[in-house]
């Protein structure tokens, strides 16, 4: 059995059913490989047996009252999986589906995303199985705050700093950073997504579906192509989905669908900037859903469908994990789709992923094309620690920039080892590379 295989074993029987745990592990082992042989002494000091374990997980009791009195008990992680090169940084998600194995996922993950952006930040994440949607505000505030009664004993500026996802947006992160500062006695950057009032950078929310449109430009570019004029299909209708259409309509770019987890719309003429006015309001103030979209422009609506059954050229998946399976990814790769991009955390399957990089097509992986957040949330701590705000046009050329350092990084690890246009490997080795090194001299820890 190879060194790789025993110790992806080894994660499989320590961490049992954590299956999306296993699945980020597995891509990760697998890509750096061959980086192994070049480089023994991350063999001997047992860097890998290392990295694919957290370096600390916490699971909390999180009990909140509803509007009617009844009390709820939910679950509360956060799992600082490497601080090697900073401070651990990942968002908060609440969805319902969340246990301790999507979280291991997420904060693996993200540990060789934050090496990427080339900013001082670890890998870390958080969340809770509590679902916010259909809740009062005043209900999400009382959870919010008792998650934050034990969280904040955890993270601080220079220890943990976590930021949003799924299901935890400018709301929720307001309720949680206003019970930190209570709580602590102190002012200060704890979190990245807060408001711009208090310290929020600008540009953050846009960051990663900007970011996300900003790498699969330079993909297309590096194969003489461009964006302009394509037909592109989006999952999702949350943060990073609207920032994503937002920059392709501004680069002039067509539209054609958006989904959540009831369905997909599918617009044909295009989701124009009126439209996208009306996707903000229905999806930011009233918390609807996105068939409402169909019935108030009147066009295909197709409840639990999924938007990769219609023709693109540019498909970004912008919603959830494994939303790609091996035969949507068959279905546009036959369409004729020429590009991918990953906006959501590890959205194709591995089977859909084999799909893709065997048809040649331009994919861009998530750990690489979504990090355009994580970058500004690495700003955003500059910000606050310098208490300077910085304006938007000066945020949005870091993260130009941030974006195409990474493209350049993932290529060129890509061609070192002989596999161009694998952006898969060459994202998962350009991180790894960083915080082994880092792991290597700072020995045992
Ligand atoms: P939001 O909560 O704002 O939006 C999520 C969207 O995806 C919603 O439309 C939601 O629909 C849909 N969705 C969620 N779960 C499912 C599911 N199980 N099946 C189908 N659709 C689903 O989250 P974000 O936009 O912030 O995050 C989207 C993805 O991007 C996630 O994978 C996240 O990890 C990743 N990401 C986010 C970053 C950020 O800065 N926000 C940074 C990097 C990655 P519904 O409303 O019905 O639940």
Redesign the pocket.
Known sequence: MSMIDKIYKQVEERNPGEKEFHQAVKEVLESVEPVLDKHPEFVSAKILDRIVEPERQIMFRVPWMDDNGEVHVNRGFRVQFNSAIGPYKG?L?F?P?VYLGIIKF?GFEQIF?NALTGLAMGGGKGGSDFDP?GKSDAEVMRFCHSFMNELYRYIGPDTDVP???????AREIGYMFGQYRKVVNRFEGVFT?KGPEWGGSLG?PE???YGLVYFTQEMLKDDGKDLKGKTVTI????????FALDKCLQLGAKVVT?????GTIYDPEGIDRDKFEYVMEL?NIRRG??EEYAEEYGVEYVDRGVPWVYECDIALP????N?IDGKDAQTLVDNGVTAVGE?????STPEAMDIFLESGILFGP?KAA?????SV?GLEMAQNSQRVPWSFEEVDSKLQNIMKNIYAATSQQAKKYGKEKNFVLGANVAGFMKVAKAMLDQGLI
């Open positions: 968002g998600r969805h589906s997420l995303k949607k930021a949003g996802d799924i299901g935890v947006g997504g953050r960051a990663t579906g999952s999702g209708s949350g943060n990073v989905a609207q958006l989904s959540d987890s009831s999806k859903r996105i912008c919603a959830t994990q939303e906006g959501a955390n590890m959205p998530a979504n990090a355009g957040g994580v949330s």
